[in-house]
């Protein structure tokens, strides 16, 4: 285990713990919307944010899938939480920034746009 300047822990479980609760919070979620997002119990979450328990990679998955952020962002891989299809490109490039209900929202939109438009071609 490395330590930084401060002298505190940077283990991959230091950074989880530290990661899923700053992630959850960005989405504007508390733990038992997240657990209903995922499936997962809401004491799984308190404890995964607490570091008494690590998740399974199957959960790792379904964590990072319900906050739309990459895997590599919740073990401290990368400190860009942008999901990595979408970060290319110019129309999510604020998507990290939103709340869950906005990214809902703004999903809804996209939808009825695409509705919209149906079997449209542009010309």
């Known amino acids: 285990m490395t330590n930084d300047a401060s002298g505190q822990n940077n283990s991959p479980s230091n950074f989880f713990m530290a990661r899923l609760r700053a992630a959850r919070e960005m989405r504007s979620l508390s733990q038992a919307e997240l657990a209903t997002k995922t499936g997962l ?30 895997t ?22 604020h998507a990290a920034k939103l709340t869950a209900n906005d990214r809902e929202l703004v999903t809804a939109l996209l939808e009825r746009l695409a509705a919209k438009r149906g079997g449209k071609k542009e010309g």
């Open 72 to 93: 590599d962002y919740l073990l401290g891989r990368t400190d860009d939480p942008d999901v990595a299809e979408k970060a290319g490109d110019p129309m999510f490039r």
């Open 41 to 70: 119990p809401p004491s799984s979450i308190a404890h995964f944010e607490g570091g008494k328990r690590k998740p399974s990679f199957d959960n790792l998955r379904k964590l990072s899938e319900a906050l739309e952020v990459t």
